[in-house]
């Protein structure tokens, strides 16, 4: 933001345990994959490895065959593996970086700026570079770069500003919040 323009929406937050674990929760459902992909993968998996084995069995060993047997292997392997429940390098990172800090957020008319307690410069992200919105009951995740989020709890947004907040960023990102219901549901344990 330039020194003269004054940011539209702006929040100050310390990152708690629970802001970062709903982080956790948001990172851990975002990696699973969906049943629909599953069954896809599975009978993707299970019919090219009965087609590629038969034809190995039939006509004798092709290395092009049984790359494409283990292709088809690591399809079965997809879906069928549970998939990640416990953190992995990201979260420790973003736990060990952000618990206990203060943040400061300032959204501009053509960027949004993060500063986090010890670093010297403010974090800037243009909207165009937004590749995703997601939000939860606790907070607003924008995603970045890939992997890299920002993660503002919507309670530190100033006044009651919110849901004006997600409307702005929805016209300026040019896309829509992905919101994700993370409340655990009866009989499950952390």
């Known amino acids: 933001m330039s020194e003269k323009e004054k940011p539209q929406y702006t929040a100050g937050f310390v990152y708690t345990d629970a802001i970062l674990r709903d982080f956790e929760a948001l990172y851990l459902e975002k990696k699973k994959l969906s049943p629909t992909a599953r069954a896809v993968l599975g009978l993707l998996g299970a019919a090219g490895a009965a087609y590629f084995g038969w034809m190995l069995y039939r006509e004798g060993v092709q290395f092009t065959r049984i790359g494409y047997l283990l292709i088809c292997s690591v399809l079965l392997v997809l879906a069928f593996s549970s998939g990640k429940k416990r953190p992995d390098d990201t979260i420790r990172k973003y736990r060990t970086a952000y618990l206990n800090k203060r943040a400061s957020f300032a959204f501009g008319s053509d960027a949004l700026e993060m500063k986090l307690e010890g670093q010297k410069a403010w974090a800037r992200s243009k909207y165009q ?62």
Do not use: M, N, W
């Open 129 to 190: 570079e937004v590749y995703g919105l997601f939000d939860t009951a606790l907070c607003f995740y924008i995603l970045v770069k890939g992997r890299a989020y920002y993660i503002l709890p919507k309670a530190a947004v100033a006044g009651d500003g919110s849901g004006e907040l997600a409307g702005f960023l929805q016209k300026k990102c040019k896309k829509h919040f992905q919101h994700f219901d993370l409340t655990e549901k009866e009989g499950e344990s952390a």
